[in-house]
């Protein structure tokens, strides 16, 4: 018989501001298993990230964040009960074929020989399944800062690959297999061109001599003179910067300019150094540019125009991608299946207040106009 205590889509209409603050207690109870707020908040990461991405571009506006977060959270904690309601039928899955593994030896091996021949098998699935995965996230470089962006390591992301490898396991064993075909994989590419649109990109390098260091700005000024010559002289830039940049947020990355962890960033992020940069070659220095506090040095380390991807460059990821969307809908699919013989009760159903701080753009960040 179905038991729902709180229906899972259900938002209460009470502040958040005024709501108890919230650190880590219970999210949702699955059956007999608790899944935490930190567990469900790792699945709104990322609709945060594309939270503040709209908000950067002007495409949402003040007003409108609190409501967008209430529907991401509720959306994190279908997904994470779409999860767990998988997961638990995943490691019954698990365990059954690790059994059919000793099974089959019929004592002419151990058993213990049997599981890693199990493991081994396992092993491989894993590596397949991790290449597919990289592909649909763009490469291993868009994957990785991804994960930064929300507060996951590559390892902590590895970590989790036997579960859905398992999870996808019981998907066609519940519902039957996903075929895969190249016909769907240029549907999706056809469907979603923006997913295969390489956005321009800024690389770019800062150096900030601070004028108060010196007895008088024209000292000042002969300093980032100097710096900059050797510089064009084949100094390295990311030694020098560690060394003599008054920069604090980019000092120990070299100089080079960052947001959440990537590095190639579309115009509006830096527009005070890419207006510098657009008169630039690649890898040349600008002379030092005077603001109120320091005298300025960048380096254009690369410019990518806007370029959508052929379907031919982007075939692997389209594949990955039509699958991965096959997948959720199975998901779906197989909750609607399954929600009738589960036990859920939704305890945290509001966002906990400390997301609406945290999905905020840090103050001074540059907004582009929406368009």
């Not at 205590?5 to 502040?15: E, Q, V």
């Not at 991790?130 to 763009?138: D, V």
């Not at 510089?231 to 940049?245: N, Q």
């Not at 980019?250 to 300019?257: E, I, P, Y």
Request: glycine content about 6%; proline content about 5%.
């Amino acid at each position: 018989m179905r038991r729902i205590l709180i229906p899972l889509l259900a938002l209460s209409l009470s502040p958040l501001l005024h709501a108890a603050e919230v650190f880590n207690g219970p999210a949702l109870k699955i059956n007999t298993q608790i899944v935490s707020i930190r567990e469900v908040e790792a699945l709104f990461a990322d609709s945060a990230v594309l939270i503040q991405d709209k908000l950067r571009r002007g495409q949402l506006s003040p007003a409108a964040l609190e409501p967008a977060i209430r529907v991401a959270w509720a959306e994190a904690l279908e997904t994470a009960t779409q999860d767990r309601i998988m997961d638990q039928r995943a490691d019954k899955r698990r365990k059954d074929i690790i059994n059919y593994y000793i099974a089959r030896a019929g004592g002419n091996i151990s058993p213990d020989r049997a599981v890693e021949f199990f493991k081994r098998e396992e092993a491989d699935c894993v590596r397949r399944l991790r290449k597919e995965l990289i592909a649909a996230a763009g490469g291993e470089q868009e994957l990785r800062a991804a994960l930064k962006r929300r507060g996951q390591t590559m390892e902590q992301w590895e970590a989790g690959l036997t579960r859905e490898l398992f999870r996808r396991d019981v998907l066609a064993v519940e519902l039957g297999p996903i075929p895969r075909s190249p016909a769907a994989a240029r549907a999706f590419y056809e469907k979603n061109p923006d997913l295969f649109k390489q956005e321009e990109a800024w690389r770019l390098r800062r150096i900030r001599i601070a004028k108060s260091k010196f007895t008088s700005r024209d000292v000042a000024l002969q300093a980032a003179t100097l710096l900059r010559e050797k510089l064009v002289g084949g100094g390295d830039f990311a030694e020098l910067a560690a060394r003599v940049s008054d920069d604090p947020e980019f000092v120990s990355q070299g100089g080079l300019l960052m947001r959440d962890g990537k590095t190639d960033l579309p115009s509006g992020f830096f527009p005070f150094e890419e207006k510098i940069a657009e008169k630039l070659k690649d890898g040349e220095v600008s002379e030092p540019i005077e603001t109120a506090d320091h005298f300025v040095l960048v380096q254009r380390g690369g410019y990518r125009p806007v370029k959508v991807q052929s379907f031919e460059e982007a075939a692997e990821r389209a594949e990955a991608l039509a699958y991965s969307e096959r997948l959720k809908s199975r998901k779906k699919e197989l909750f609607e299946k399954l929600k009738d013989e589960t036990y859920i009760e939704v305890i945290q159903k509001d966002p906990p207040p400390h997301l609406m701080r945290d999905v905020r753009l840090p103050e001074g960040v540059f907004v582009q106009p929406g368009k």
